[in-house]
Structures are given as structure tokens and as C-alpha cells.
């Protein structure tokens, strides 16, 4: 049994969260809010520093630095961090894929645009994933905002209806923090919030037992 912690949409109140414990621990992206350099260093110190063996990472539409200087600034990333963007790797035989993309605001970091060949994007998640780590969910799960719209990924739904992995992990929806099971896959939605003022703010982080 591996265990699985999951957390989103931290924008930089990381420091005030207790993490429970497990074998591998992803973040789904939003560290930041947009943030200077010392920002992303001290998420990054922070995260290299949770005890979990094993660590995740994804970038979300906030890690604007990310998008713009990728190769540097994935230099500044700890060894024991593995980054995912737009790719994968294995551990305690699973087979995790992360991707940052979302169809967000053209001025916000990995859009992932309607016109957009979604076709050539989403083929490149593999049909044997059993861990799915993006930063926005797909249309029609936990992905309803406050306003009532739904700002999930259609062409995303239609590609994980075709591969249904064990997990899709994501954030991005505040509002939409939880989890439910369709077609064989359980889905999480693990943002925080970026709310201080908050005292609930760990109960938000997901765990999950899988084998």
C-alpha cells in the first residue's frame, strides 16, 4: 500500500500547513501567486524538506516565472523535487504523468487556449497512467466556481474518459476542494485556498491509500 498526500493553490501560506505523513506527497501547482524569485525559493526549500520520500510537483497558472524562464528556473529546483511538465515518472510502480496546462486567462501562465490543437496536447498523457497530476481539472469535475461557471478542460475529460487512470489529482477551483469517483477513477481537487485568515487550512490536504 503506497500513501498518497495531495495539496493545491497553496499561494505561499505553505508555511502554516501541517502535511500529514506518506510515501509520496504532490503539490498540484499555484505555490505562488504570481511571487518574486524568494517566493519560489522558499516553497521550494519548504517542500524538499517535508519527510516524504518521494515528491511531486506541477506548476499552475500563477508560476508565471516558471513558463518564462523554464530552464532556469527549474535549475533552482531541490534534486529530491521531481518537476512534471508535460511528462512522467515512475514510483512504487506507479506510473504518475503531471502536466501544468490550463485553459485559464491568456495573461496567466500555461493557457492552454481553445484553439489550442488539443488533440497533439492531450495524446501526449499515456494510456497506462495510473496517477494523473495536472494543475485545472477536467470539465464537469469539482470544477464549478463561485459564480456558478465551469471552468474545466473538455478536450482533458474526453482524454482521461479514454485512459481512466486510478487518480487524477488537481486544484485551481477554490471553491471545489474534495473528491468523488466516475468511471473507475477517483478524482481530487486538493486547492488549498489563499484565504490567511483561514484555520482550517491542513484539513484541506487529501490523503489516499492506494496499491
Known amino acids: 500500500m503506497t500513501r498518497i498526500v495531495v495539496m493545491s493553490d497553496t499561494h505561499m501560506l505553505h508555511r502554516r500547513l501541517v502535511v500529514p505523513d506518506g510515501d509520496i506527497v504532490v503539490h498540484c501547482g499555484d505555490w505562488t501567486s504570481g511571487g518574486e524569485l524568494a517566493d519560489y525559493e522558499d516553497f521550494f526549500g519548504w517542500f524538499a ?33 521531481m518537476y512534471l511538465q508535460d ?9 504518475f504523468w503531471g502536466s501544468p496546462r490550463t485553459p485559464s486567462p491568456q495573461w496567466m501562465a500555461f493557457v492552454h487556449r ?10 501526449h498523457l499515456p494510456e497506462n497512467t495510473d496517477v494523473l497530476v495536472t494543475h485545472g481539472p477536467p470539465y464537469g469535475i469539482l470544477d464549478r466556481a463561485y459564480n456558478g461557471h465551469r471552468f474545466g478542460d473538455k478536450d482533458l475529460m474526453k482524454r482521461v474518459h479514454l485512459v481512466r487512470p486510478r487518480l487524477h489529482l488537481f486544484g485551481h477551483i477554490h471553491e471545489q476542494n474534495g473528491n468523488m469517483e466516475r468511471f473507475g477513477t477517483v478524482f481530487v481537487n486538493a486547492a488549498i485556498g489563499d484565504n490567511d485568515e483561514d484555520p482550517r487550512l491542513s484539513e484541506r490536504i487529501h490523503v489516499i491509500d492506494i496499491e
Not at 508560476?63 to 523554464?70: D, L, R
Not at 481553445?114 to 495524446?123: A, F, G, I, V
Open 49 to 81: 524538506a517535508l519527510p516524504h520520500p518521494h515528491k511531486i510537483l506541477v506548476a499552475g497558472n500563477h508560476e508565471k516565472a516558471m513558463e518564462e524562464n523554464n530552464a532556469l528556473m527549474r535549475l533552482r529546483i531541490p534534486p529530491d523535487i
Open 87 to 95: 511528462s512522467g515518472t515512475t514510483i512504487a510502480g506507479l506510473r
Open 114 to 123: 481553445p484553439s489550442d490543437d488539443p488533440e497533439r496536447l492531450w495524446d
